[in-house]
């Protein structure tokens, strides 16, 4: 199964800046999202963007897409401290697993005052 | 959207014993997925949980040691069997709610085996 790959690995930035986190996969999508968790809980759902789009914005979020690359990034703009938890990137799995996503490696995303 | 309420929330256990974490959905829901997160790790999916059927498990997961029933639409548990410290994880349940694709998470349940 594919999985996606989070890079950085881990981002520390100050209040107010922005945070900018890659994925990457492998195989063709249908669609690709973007979860956050904190403190290794339960994972929240951000923003789904489909394999026809290309940008998508939610707030202060934004992702992008690129299908030739395979790729995607998650922007987070003037970021709080309220941020700081780790974000994956999700791509649909085979449909032997239905809706089952593979989740990416993460970045830990740690926002200072 | 759907709530999930999962439990227990967290707990210690010692070798060879077995735990078992359950996942109470407010909606019902066809599919329920039960995913695995090692210490600093991403998710790993255990298997999916339909409502009448055997549950599909992933490639390195097997009933024997990850047990699961799945009785209704609304609730499902996973067993944790014969555990050793590589055992030691949060367990997810999830579910994907109505047409929308988005998965909705349990808080988890971090489990350490001493």
């Known amino acids: 199964s594919q999985q996606g790959e989070e890079d950085p690995q881990a981002l520390s930035i100050q209040e107010g800046e922005n945070a900018t986190m890659n994925c990457s996969y492998k195989t063709s999508i249908n669609n690709l999202q973007w979860y956050r968790q904190n403190s290794g809980r339960g994972l929240v759902h951000l923003i789904l963007i489909r394999s026809n789009e290309r940008e998508k914005h939610s707030g202060r979020l934004r992702v992008t897409l690129d299908t030739s690359k395979k790729s995607s990034s998650l922007l987070i703009t003037a970021s709080r401290a309220a941020d700081t938890a780790s974000y994956f990137c999700?791509?649909?799995?085979?449909?032997?697993?239905?809706?089952?996503?593979?989740f990416g490696k993460g970045t830990s995303l740690l926002v200072t005052p | 959207s759907a709530v999930i309420s999962q439990k227990p929330s967290r707990d210690i256990c010692q070798r060879g014993t077995s735990l078992t974490i359950q996942c109470q959905v407010d909606s019902q829901v066809t599919m329920m997925f039960w995913y695995r997160q090692q210490p600093g790790q991403s998710l790993t999916l255990i298997a999916t949980a339909n409502q009448g059927s055997e549950a599909t498990y992933e490639s390195g997961f097997v009933i024997d040691k990850f047990p699961i029933s799945r009785p209704n639409l609304t609730f499902s548990t996973l067993t944790v069997s014969n555990m050793s410290p590589e055992d030691s994880s949060i367990y997810l349940c999830?579910?994907?709610?109505?047409?929308?694709?988005?998965?909705?998470f349990g808080s988890g349940t971090q489990l350490s085996v001493l």
């Open positions: 999700a791509t649909d799995a085979d449909a032997n697993s239905g809706y089952a996503l593979n």
């Open positions: 999830s579910v994907v709610a109505g047409s929308n694709e988005k998965l909705f």
